[in-house]
């Protein structure tokens, strides 16, 4: 059975740093590209970071130089590093794997093709105060 299961999320002060993990399962790990979304309250899901087998990393132009995306391979575990953060960082984060897109609808929903839903997480929720 796939599974992908995030923790980290919280809530802390504009400025602050926290750090997501993603444990994932039931599929091959190292040959997956992963990746990281977003979706805010009334937005679509964007896509933050990802990272594939070999270790290339990419960012969306409003997380560049404050994320970092990393990847354990023996624990089946990816990371994302967030610090410097903002308020309009606020959202629920999710862990999702070999997607096709930079925005759906909505994430682990919406118009994510039926075959790739089981590859999502159920998100964590980011919360950033000023």
């Known amino acids: 059975e796939v599974q992908l299961v995030e923790s980290g999320g919280g809530s802390v002060q504009a400025g602050g740093s926290l750090r997501l993990s993603c444990t994932v399962s039931?599929?091959?790990?190292?040959?997956?590209?992963m990746a990281w979304y977003r979706q805010a309250p009334g937005d679509e899901c964007h896509l933050v970071s990802t990272i594939s087998g070999d270790g290339t990393t990419y960012y969306a132009d409003s997380v560049e130089g404050r994320f970092t995306i990393s990847q354990d391979i023996e624990k089946n575990t990816v990371y994302l590093q967030m610090d410097t953060l903002k308020p309009e960082d606020t959202a629920v984060y999710y862990c999702?794997?070999?997607?096709?897109?930079?925005?759906?609808?909505?994430?682990?929903?919406?118009?994510?093709?039926?075959?790739?839903?089981?590859?999502w997480g159920q998100g964590t929720q980011v919360t950033v105060s000023s």
């Open positions: 039931g599929f091959t790990f190292d040959d997956s590209d």
């Open positions: 999702a794997a070999d997607t096709t897109r930079y925005t759906f609808s909505s994430c682990a929903g919406g118009d994510v093709p039926p075959d790739e839903l089981k590859y």
